[in-house]
């Protein structure tokens, strides 16, 4: 398995526009996670999804994000419209089950201009 | 919510000696899990202690924790300029896998 791969690995985009990050999982990983990370607020939970349903969004700040795991094998995380303050790297990781280890991505660079 | 926090250090080593980086956490745990984060890359598994062990070994990493105090600290032996990245604690509970701030570790050759 090729690990968890996640597309674009850098965007840069103007505020106000829409920016959708892609995730493909490793096969047969039932919890996908997406993280957010900045030097400020460090990596934080941003969603969560066990067999293609989401779990736990509390992390998502604010309505301008959302995510979708339409199947076992892709998820997505889409702001829009986007703002300089969601400038970061964001990771879309995966584990077999719940307190196992978790695999990541190589991230998203994402600025915001 | 829970969440592991390192010390804030960042560490600078020579080449062959031992570093040690802390971390703590606030609530009930079911493991906890160390993570290394290459610039650039994303986290990399190193370890992971059940909440009923104390000391776990891994070639030369090694981690103990002690659920009394809540804390936890990962010894890397033996430094490798390979070795300079970040490390990051995790922990599971309440459902999720939250991570502390990270420690900057530099092994100079």
């Known amino acids: 398995d090729a690990g968890v791969i996640q597309s674009p690995r850098h965007e840069v985009t103007e505020m106000g526009q829409e920016v959708t990050l892609r995730c493909k999982p490793i096969?047969?990983?039932?919890?996908l996670f997406w993280y957010r990370q900045t030097m400020m607020r460090g990596l934080e939970l941003l969603i969560y999804f066990n067999n293609n349903v989401p779990i736990d969004d509390s992390g998502m700040p604010e309505d301008r994000f959302s995510a979708k795991m339409p199947n076992a094998s892709f998820s997505t995380l889409k702001i829009q419209p986007s703002e300089p303050r969601d400038s970061a790297v964001y990771f879309c990781?995966?584990?077999?089950?719940?307190?196992?280890?978790?695999?990541f991505g190589q991230g998203t660079r994402l600025t915001v201009v | 919510s829970q969440q592991g926090e390192e010390d804030p250090q960042a560490l600078s080593i020579q080449e062959g000696e031992n570093a040690t980086m802390n971390c703590s956490y606030k609530t009930s745990i079911n493991n906890l899990q160390w993570y290394r984060q290459n610039s650039g890359r994303g986290l990399v598994h190193l370890i992971l202690i059940r909440s009923n062990e104390r000391e776990k070994h891994s070639g030369r990493l090694r981690v103990t924790l002690d659920t009394s105090k809540k804390s936890s600290s990962l010894l890397i032996t033996a430094s490798r300029a390979a070795d300079t990245a970040s490390y990051f604690c995790a922990t599971w509970g309440n459902n999720r896998l939250a991570f502390g701030k990270g420690n900057q570790v530099v092994v100079i050759p």
């Open positions: 990781a995966t584990s077999a089950a719940l307190g196992t280890e978790a695999f």
């Open positions: 096969s047969g990983h039932d919890y």
